[in-house]
């Protein structure tokens, strides 16, 4: 999907200098992106920052809205649950999918794996659809 006017996006805009530059895909009922992380984005050695894998996690399900219901939608709740160290330099895989929705409130879940399946990190949210000018 294209960016739509986000270009500067931190985590999905290809103009950010500085940014993740993430990609997805969505097949239908869930969307990801796959990316190695750079020791740049390190927290203690050897393992991603948490905030940048809250980052992750949030732009997956942000994704998700934007591209199954060409709207725009805003976290109005994020839980993030780290379960293990999420390791740098290897392929991470990052999932998002919706739970429910009522009216222009929608549930969220979302996923951190490593290569061999192995959930690091996982959140649930709660996202609303909004008009911004």
């Known amino acids: 999907m ?12 290809e103009k950010n200098p500085i940014g993740l530059h993430l990609t997805f895909e969505f097949d239908g009922d869930k969307i990801f992106t796959k990316k190695i992380m750079p020791k740049e984005y ?14 992750l996690l949030d732009e997956a399900m942000g994704n998700y809205l934007s591209t199954k219901y060409q709207q725009k939608a805003v976290t109005g709740r994020l839980e993030v649950r780290f ?15 919706e739970e429910n929705r009522r009216k222009n409130i929608i549930s969220m879940r979302s996923a951190v794996e490593t290569p061999d399946g192995t959930i690091t990190a996982e959140a649930t949210a709660k996202f609303a659809f909004v008009e911004l000018s």
């Open 2 to 13: 294209a960016n739509s006017g986000n270009d500067y996006c931190f985590a999905c805009g």
């Open 83 to 97: 379960k293990l160290p999420t390791p740098l330099e290897q392929e991470l895989k990052i999932s998002a999918w």
């Open 42 to 55: 390190q927290g203690f050695e050897g393992a991603l920052h948490g905030g940048i894998i809250s980052t």
